[in-house]
């Protein structure tokens, strides 16, 4: 008898634990409400102890909550960290590829469960009620972005303020996600941008100063301020690039790193959105889509002029300034904006071959030279060589001095020429 008892217990409680544990029908298929007032959204993660996975199923069960309502989540991570009081940092990967044009509230979580592999979380939302405290929501979120177009469309106020305002509109239309609702986005396109063109009118074109001639390779030569009216600029922060060469703005002086090889050089100006404090990336993407404010300056570059003072090796210099004339216009010291030293030596010798009678003449010369280059701009040194020469040998004087010019004039324009200009900031 006491045996039966055992046996009677053991089968209740079996019986009791496998109804417990089993499986609720909404893992298999979400409930329907018949009546339309709730929508249901359901989550599941792999069970992983290494990582959250309650936290990813709750995730994916918001996101699937959000496709009941026909949107988007936007944020999964502000939703989570809504939901949880303490706060709570995301430190997985959802599984979801949802985003969000709506953000939930007042959802409310049904039930939880786990099998031996998966996390299962169901949530529920009343949707009639979610709808309605929306559609007052984003009511008043309109009230209050329209009032800020307004602002920034008051021709009584200069550019900054009116910019400030603009973004603060769209910042607060992207906290809504208005542009995603068909109510509001074609309406606030338009009015968005047509204050944002009103901006533009008030920004004039740039003046800009050189103070004198620039040249190529040299930016120490480039000297220049820009100005705009101070009611119109504001400190509204401004981009700069250039179509050759490398050029920054500091403050209201142009300044150049790099000049490049061209001669004219158009420097573009932009409205900085990078440096415009906004709080979504969306709202500068939508100003830079949106922006046609634009500026150019036209630059025109001279070639350095060079002046080679040689020392030892006259005979060089016409062939040097043949190789130089690329890329520089040969002047004298006055005009000069470098100096080209070259400290050579030329050395010849004549010698019989043979017996004396038929002795051949023989004429050998060689040339050998070093080079400085020097800025007269700011009297420093940019460039110093190694030594090259130049060998030849011939019955004909004239014949071996030339063929040594030409050897050396080889070594210098693929070894020395090269290492010269990249000595100048081109």
């Known amino acids: 008898m006491k045996n039966l008892l055992i046996l009677f217990i053991t089968v209740l409680l079996w019986g009791c634990g496998t109804k417990k544990n089993a499986p609720p029908s ?3 298929g979400k409930p329907i409400d018949p009546n339309g007032v709730f929508v249901y ?35 999964e991570s502000k939703l989570l960290q809504k939901e949880d009081a303490s706060g709570f940092n995301s430190a997985f990967e959802s599984n979801t590829t949802s985003t969000s044009s709506l953000r939930l509230d007042d959802y409310e979580l049904v039930e939880t469960y786990a099998d031996e592999y998966r996390f299962y979380t169901l949530y529920k939302l009343d949707l009639e009620s979610f709808l309605r405290k929306k559609e007052i929501q984003d009511a008043a979120a309109m009230d209050w972005i329209n009032t800020k177009i307004s602002e920034a469309q008051n021709p009584s106020l200069s550019a900054s303020p009116r910019l400030s305002a603009l973004v603060d509109a769209l910042d607060k239309a992207y906290d809504f996600q208005l ?82 090889f061209e001669t004219l050089v158009t420097l573009y100006f932009a409205w900085d959105w990078d440096r415009i ?103 420093s040194m940019l460039w110093n060589s190694s030594t090259i020469s130049g060998t030849a040998i011939s019955a004909s004087q004239e014949t071996a001095l030339n063929s040594a010019k030409s050897e050396f004039m080889d070594d210098f324009n693929y070894l020395l020429l090269p290492q010269l200009l990249r000595s100048l900031d081109f």
Not at 47 to 63: E, T
Not at 67 to 72: G, I, K, M
Not at 327 to 343: N, S, V
Request: proline share 3%; aromatic share 8%.
């Open 26 to 28: 909404w893992i298999s």
């Open 179 to 260: 542009f995603g609702d068909i109510r509001y986005r074609t309406t606030l396109n338009a009015s968005a941008t047509e204050a944002l063109r009103s901006i533009e009118k008030v920004v004039v074109k740039i003046d800009w100063h050189p103070e004198k001639s620039v040249f190529l390779g040299l930016p120490v030569t480039f000297h220049a301020q820009h100005e705009q009216p101070r009611q119109s600029q504001e400190q509204i922060p401004l981009a700069l690039s250039s179509s050759s060469g490398q050029f920054i703005l500091r403050e209201q002086t142009i300044q150049c790193i790099r000049t490049g």
């Open 41 to 75: 959204g359901m989550g599941n993660s792999f069970i992983n102890p290494n990582v959250p996975y309650q936290q990813a199923a709750r995730s994916n069960a918001l996101a699937d909550l959000a496709q009941e309502v026909q949107s988007e989540i936007y944020d």
């Open 277 to 379: 404090q906004s709080a979504h990336s969306e709202t500068k993407s939508w100003l830079k889509n949106k922006s046609q404010w634009s500026e150019s300056i036209a630059v025109n570059f001279q070639k350095p002029t060079v002046f080679i003072a040689s020392t030892g090796a006259d005979e060089l210099v016409d062939e040097l300034e043949k190789s130089l004339s690329k890329d520089f216009t040969i002047g004298d010291r006055k005009t000069a904006q470098l100096i080209l030293e070259c400290d050579g030596q030329l050395a010849s010798e004549t010698a019989r071959v043979g017996q004396v009678r038929n002795a051949l003449v023989r004429h050998k010369v060689r040339i050998k030279a070093r080079f400085s280059l020097s800025s007269i701009e700011n009297n």
